[in-house]
């Protein structure tokens, strides 16, 4: 008879304890994963490898990289689905094999870093000001270039929000070798990611290459941003890489517990969230997006964290300078 | 003797952290002040608690009488600037003209003629529509000097003026506050060089959180003091004060 | 289709004008923001505008559903105020607790977005309706602008302009020194709660035309193609302006006559911010004084007379009367071609003389040698005299100086040194 | 220790709203297991003729309901779950679900009809292509959306021989009622005057329909009777340049009455309208929107709602074309 999912109809509790219920079972295989599950894991995966790149860009104060950068992978992306679009013409527009994705990514990925480095290093421009006008100018760029080459093949939320409800198990694949990935770059080259974020010139010392380690973190960020454009979308990505971080910067100082606990935020906030949408549909017929309930039960928690903190300053000492920016605001 | 500054146990907390704690003390009129300790001491923090610009924690100071904001002049740190900023040297001077301009007030004729005086004072008035990212650092620090005498101060108030200048700069200024001295104004400098002490001021406050001596600069630059102020044995003192910073930062259970 | 159609024709009237406003509140705000080196607060503001949009519509949506085309009021209220808030939340986030500036602003930018998916996600099926009018802040659609819209956005640009002029003064000293604004008795709080007012205004504006996506590109793109070419902040402000007018015009002419003429639609919002972002680039490239290019050109132009001069004095400083080519080419490294032009145009400039195989200077050119000879060793007696520098490291910094060195900074250097006649290495320095 | 006094607020928060009992609807309704066969439809139309045919053997709900868009529609929470229920999933085709994750979880389907696609494989020429994409409306002509129930039939039996013979007589009984319809629908239009006979909605649903009704017997261009700014997929980026046809549209055919359609904003439509109303063109906006993607369903009427929803279509044309 055909398993009925077994979430259907299930409150907040119960969802939560029919998937610990059906942990060991799925272990032993002998059961077949369904939707809900599949979206938790895709999530607590995609949510591992955003957090561990979220700990360093903050570190190294590049988020706002992150956030062109997610952008302008979107461009190099919809651009290659257009041509695979129009060449094939007819009304079957196939998704893309993942390695078209991929090729397209990284030429747009290096593309931005490449254009930004230009702007900023030798045309002297701001380093936000420059990050800002690149990924404007691309985004506008691949706008225009769907509008004319398919006037119907709109970009529709989907591509910009993603859509968590629509997953395959291949993703599945996909996001656990890129979680592997990351982690294993992040057991191998630790420290000298730890010696590039804290004082670059020191690891230039070392004889570690500054601007290898950050082109490497840039080309994880962006098969991770592939990944998960897919599910989360563009923008919701940025929230999984700094979002987790920043929860993890109120209470942990020491880097290594930095990268071991916001993966875990990252992983419960999933679970809350993808068990909340569940709630909401069983309970009240109000099907939401489960990206946008993540990124909800993410804010909720990020306050909660703050009031808790009651206003302690956080781990760095304040130079003397900040120190008096900062009395100006009392 | 009447006082141009007091300060009745002034007390300033950042986050719990204290930078200055109960100082009291008078400094004459007429008089060339030094606010002088070692770095982190809260020299810029008294400045600035002077200004209002810093509420106290508790406790109280103030410029007494003259205490309306055009007689007070500030001159803030250099290094606080970025000087990349689209404007020319008689626009920065100028500056000190705006507190008194109403809005859509256009800059008058006087309020030129004045800045262009004061350029002339600290010898910028060939510089005057120079762009202020082509002066060198001495040169910024008189047109900063020139936008407080713009305002027609009774009170100058100067933070580490003589932070990375070159020697010939420092001669000059120091020629031009002994000048404005004279003319009956009480100057107060944050000062980190000691051996220049003596020769250029004639009052000092030593301060290192907490007040060390306020007098004329025999009185208080003595030996004792002076280790007080910068020596080690202030390390019990130094010890407290830093268990109190890690306590309210919660890394003490 | 000639220009001033464009501001006749009733269907083009109300998306070009209504471009042209939004170019020009988002110049002066763009300017303003990044003069405070916070260029990117227009992206986390713009994409923080998400919910506010999104309620606002449902508001309309469930207590005047009939009201259709006064939408966009609730549009721009809900807009304004959730900006409003992501400006406290990223202020709160920065002074209380310390996060990084640019952290704060993608915290800020993610969440807002993702709570406005959220509510959106929710209306798509309770108001569909409603739905469509939201999807169209994504990406702006300019074409269906009318009047009502055009009125109100000029209201609110004049409010800018009105703000700009008013305190322009007080806002100079904002920008340029916060503190020492303080201390001469500037209302700054209410200056600064203004500026932040007519900063989230001005996004809401763009909004309709350019969407909540490409928004930053236009708050951007204006101030760094005007800093680029003054120095003066009321000239910044009228470039920038002027800026993007153009911009805003041109994406709307292109998008215009490109549609009309290959019948395909070229969306008018993505189109401006192109057309902004590439006279930045060009701004960036060929502005006069800053401009990257001018700079190389400079530079190359520079080393090209260091060149020359090299020759010039290796000429006067050799044993011979005629000093021949290979002497030139062992001394100056040079490949003999590069060596051949030179001396080929320093002939034609007239500094000297070639003789079968082996040149000799003109009179103007012993002068001009001399004098760089003079410079040199000047500057070898300063660093020696004034800075104590060992003698022997005097010659290097020498080589380069003697090409910098202005005719004011040599009557300088005579008068410290009052007129040396030998230089650290006992050689005569020629006279003035 | 510090890291569970942030997450037992946390789990209070969440729970004092989340224990409240499941409520049932008619999906729960569908999902039980009742021995009837499960069909899952992606538009309204299609489901109306489903459960036409399937009468009392066949439980048939629709996946885009009420006034959503169905070309950009995308799969939701609970979606996945309908699809894995559905024995049969039926869906229009020809491009119209061309949302990325739809078009994924239809293809994939074990047991899925795309009518379109059918009536294209037997009738090419019946199918309208618009600058090289195809049209997908192929409901709003009556006649040609009747050829679909065959394939419905064929389908249903397939999955339940037993009640085969049932499916037919339905079947052909519902294409009776739906070539009637045709006829009064034919009949209808044609009382307009040729002259007036020219519609303009806000976006390209309505090709079909101008071409079976309202075009002359023999009319070649049949394309002029009928346009629409916004294309086919209704939020596709809008330009100055669709506004400025339509309006020459309007002034060549003088035509003074423009359509809205129930689930496309109008802000288009009113563009033209202020627009063209200060050319001097006297534009009106017809008051009762009509029906392209979308349907008002009302409960039991079983297969009548399309049929009284092209009969409202045809009404509000007559009258407001007829002024």
């Known amino acids: 008879m055909l398993s009925l999912n077994p979430y259907w109809g299930v409150n907040f509790f119960g969802f939560l304890w029919t998937f610990i219920s059906r942990i060991p079972l799925l272990i032993s295989g002998n059961c077949q994963m369904v939707q809900d599950e599949l979206q938790i894991f895709v999530l607590s995966l995609m949510a591992i490898s955003c957090s561990l790149i979220g700990v360093v860009m903050m570190l190294k104060k590049t988020t706002m990289l992150a956030n062109s950068l997610s952008h302008t992978i979107l461009v190099g992306i919809v651009i290659a689905y257009l041509l695979s679009f129009s060449s094939q013409g007819g009304f079957h527009p196939f998704s893309l094999s993942i390695k078209t994705f991929i090729i397209a990514a990284l030429i747009s990925a290096l593309i931005t870093t490449f254009l930004s480095e230009f702007l900023t290093k030798s045309l002297k421009l701001q380093e936000d000001a420059s990050i800002g006008l690149v990924f404007t100018f691309l985004f506008s760029l691949g706008i225009v270039a769907v509008t004319v080459f398919s006037r119907n093949a709109h970009i529709g939320t989907e591509v910009v929000m993603g859509n968590v409800d629509a997953l395959v198990s291949k993703d599945l694949l996909w996001l656990l070798f890129i979680a592997a990935v990351n982690i294993s770059l992040f057991i191998l080259c630790y420290k000298e990611y730890l010696l590039t974020t804290f004082d670059p010139v020191f690891a230039k010392f070392m004889k570690i290459s500054t601007t290898f380690f950050s082109y490497l973190l840039m080309l994880q960020l962006s098969i991770t941003v592939i990944g998960s454009f897919r599910i989360v979308g563009v923008i919701m990505v940025l929230s999984y890489i700094i979002g987790p971080a920043l929860l993890a910067r109120l209470f942990f100082h020491q880097f290594t517990k930095l990268l071991l606990f916001a993966p875990l935020f990252g992983i419960v906030i999933s679970i809350i969230g993808v068990a909340l949408t569940r709630h909401f549909l069983s309970m009240y017929q109000m099907p939401l997006s489960t990206a946008g309930m993540c990124i909800a039960v993410l804010a909720v928690s990020y306050f909660l964290a703050l009031i808790i903190k009651k206003r302690k300053k956080s781990w760095q000492l304040p130079s003397l300078d900040q120190q008096d920016q900062s009395e100006k605001a009392l | 003797m009447n006082c141009i500054l007091e300060a009745q146990d002034l007390c300033i907390h950042y986050n719990k952290t204290p930078i200055l704690w109960d100082v009291s003390f008078k400094v004459p009129k007429h008089h060339m002040t030094a606010i002088v300790g070692p770095n982190g001491a809260g020299k810029s923090t008294l400045l600035k608690a002077s200004l209002q610009i810093i509420k106290p924690f508790s406790g109280s100071i103030s410029f007494g009488r003259c205490n309306s904001d055009n007689h007070i002049a500030y001159v803030p740190q250099k290094e606080s600037i970025d000087w990349d900023f689209p404007v020319s040297a008689l626009d920065v001077v100028l500056m000190g003209r705006y507190g008194r301009l109403k809005y859509f007030q256009r800059v008058k004729a006087a309020d030129k003629e004045a800045a262009m005086q004061a350029l002339q004072q600290v010898g910028m008035a060939s510089y005057s529509s120079r762009q202020i990212n082509q002066l060198s650092g001495g040169q910024q620090q008189r047109l900063f000097i020139a936008r407080a005498l713009v305002q027609k101060p009774d009170v100058l108030l100067l933070d580490e003026p003589f932070s990375g200048i070159d020697m010939a700069t420092e001669k000059l200024l120091i020629e031009l506050f002994i000048k404005l001295k004279n003319e009956g104004k009480s100057i107060f400098i944050v000062h980190h060089d000691l051996t220049t002490l003596d020769q250029y001021f004639d009052w000092v406050i030593l301060i290192n959180t907490r007040l060390i001596g306020c007098g004329p600069v025999k009185e208080v630059m003595t030996q004792e003091n002076i280790q007080k102020a910068y020596g080690n044995n202030l390390s019990l003192f130094e010890e407290a004060h830093h268990l109190s910073k890690k306590q309210a930062e919660g890394y003490i259970s | ?291 990257f290019i001018f700079r190389k050109v400079r530079i190359w132009n520079f080393k090209r007379k260091c060149i020359r001069e090299n020759i010039l004095k290796s000429i006067w400083k050799s044993p011979s009367q005629l000093t021949d080519f290979s002497y030139l080419r062992k001394n100056i490294g040079l490949s003999t071609w590069f060596l051949k032009r030179h001396l080929k145009k320093l002939e034609k400039e007239g500094w000297l003389r070639k003789e079968k195989n082996s040149f000799a200077l003109t009179c103007d050119g012993i002068k001009k040698s001399e004098r760089i000879v003079r410079l040199h060793r000047l500057w070898e007696v300063y660093l020696a005299e004034h800075l104590d520098v060992g003698v022997e490291k005097v010659h290097k910094n020498a080589e380069e100086m003697e090409h910098i060195i202005t005719p004011e900074l040599e009557k300088k250097l005579t008068k410290l040194l009052d007129n040396p006649t030998k230089d650290p290495h006992l050689q005569p320095i020629p006279k003035e | 220790m510090r890291f569970l006094k942030i997450l037992i607020p946390l789990v209070l928060l969440l729970c004092c709203f989340s224990c409240r009992t499941a409520t049932s609807n008619n999906i729960h309704y569908w999902m039980e297991d009742n021995g009837k066969i499960k069909v899952l439809t992606s538009i309204e139309m299609l489901n109306d003729l489903v459960i036409a045919i399937g009468k009392g053997h066949v439980d048939s709900i629709a996946l885009i309901v009420g006034n959503l868009d169905p070309h950009s529609y995308e799969l939701v929470k609970g979606d996945d779950e309908k699809f894995a229920r559905a024995d049969l999933v039926v869906c229009n085709g020809l491009g119209l679900e061309h949302g990325a994750s739809l078009m994924q979880t239809i293809n994939s389907h074990k047991n899925c009809l795309l009518v379109g696609e059918e009536i294209f494989n037997k009738a090419p020429e019946k199918i309208i292509i618009i600058n090289k994409t195809v049209d997908p409306h192929i409901w709003t002509d009556v006649s040609l959306w009747s050829e679909s129930i065959d394939f419905i039939v064929e389908r249903l039996s397939k999955l339940d021989p037993m009640h085969a013979e049932e499916f037919k007589q339905n079947g052909s009984l519902l294409k009776k009622d739906l070539l009637d319809t045709h006829q009064d629908l034919l009949n209808e239009m044609k009382a307009i005057p040729s002259e007036k006979r020219y519609l303009v909605t806000s976006h390209d649903a309505f090709n079909y329909f101008a071409k079976a009704y309202l075009s002359e017997r023999n009319e070649g261009d049949w394309h002029s009777r009928f346009s629409a700014p916004e294309g086919l997929a209704p939020d596709g980026q809008l330009s100055s340049s669709n506004i400025k046809s339509i309006i020459e549209h309007l002034k060549k055919f003088n035509i003074h009455v423009l359509f809205p359609e129930s689930n496309v904003s109008q802000s288009s439509i009113k563009k033209i309208i202020h627009a063209g109303n200060q050319m001097g063109l006297e534009l009106t906006i017809a008051t009762e929107p009509l029906y392209g993607d979308a349907m008002i369903v009302e409960e039991g009427m079983g297969g009548k709602n399309y049929i009284n929803m092209m009969k409202h279509n045809a009404e509000t044309i007559k009258k407001y074309l007829n002024l």
């Not at chain 3, 993702?114 to 659609?141: D, E, R």
């Not at chain 3, 902040?233 to 002027?242: D, E, G, Q, V, Y």
């Not at chain 3, 639609?265 to 060009?282: K, N, Q, S, Y």
């Open chain 3, 1 to 291: 289709m000639n220009v001033l159609e464009f501001f006749t024709d009733p269907i083009l009237r109300a998306p070009t004008i209504g471009c042209l406003l939004m170019g020009v509140s988002s110049s002066v705000m763009g300017v303003i923001s990044m003069l405070r080196k916070r260029s990117l607060i227009g992206e986390a503001l713009s994409h923080a505008t998400y919910p506010g949009v999104v309620l606002g519509v449902s508001f309309f949506g469930v207590f005047f559903p009939s009201y259709q085309d006064w939408s966009f009021l609730g549009v721009f209220l809900g807009a304004t105020l959730s900006s409003y808030l992501a400006i406290k939340v990223i202020h709160i986030l920065e002074t209380k607790y310390n996060v990084n500036s640019d952290a704060s602003l993608c915290f800020v930018l993610s969440t807002f977005f993702g709570i406005g998916l959220l509510f959106a996600s929710h209306i798509q099926f309770s108001l569909t309706f409603w739905y469509q009018k939201i999807q169209v802040y994504l990406y702006g659609q300019s074409a269906t602008m009318t009047d009502i819209h055009v009125i109100v956005y000029a209201f609110l640009t004049s409010l800018t302009l009105l703000f700009l002029i008013g305190c322009y003064n007080h806002l100079k000293v904002i920008l340029f020194n916060l503190e020492y604004a303080k201390t001469i008795g500037i209302k700054t709080n209410l200056i600064e709660g203004i500026s932040f007012f007519l900063f989230v205004v001005s996004i809401v504006i763009g909004l309709r035309s350019v969407g909540i996506v490409l928004m930053s590109g236009m708050l951007i793109a204006p101030a760094v193609f005007a800093r680029q070419f003054t120095e003066r902040l009321s000239t910044l402000f009228l470039l920038a302006i002027l800026m993007s007018l153009t911009s805003a015009f041109l994406g709307n002419y292109f998008s215009y006559t490109l549609s009309e003429k290959y019948l395909i639609t070229m969306p008018t919002g993505p189109l401006i911010v192109i057309i902004g972002t590439l006279l930045a680039f060009f701004a960036l490239l060929f502005a006069p004084k800053r401009g």
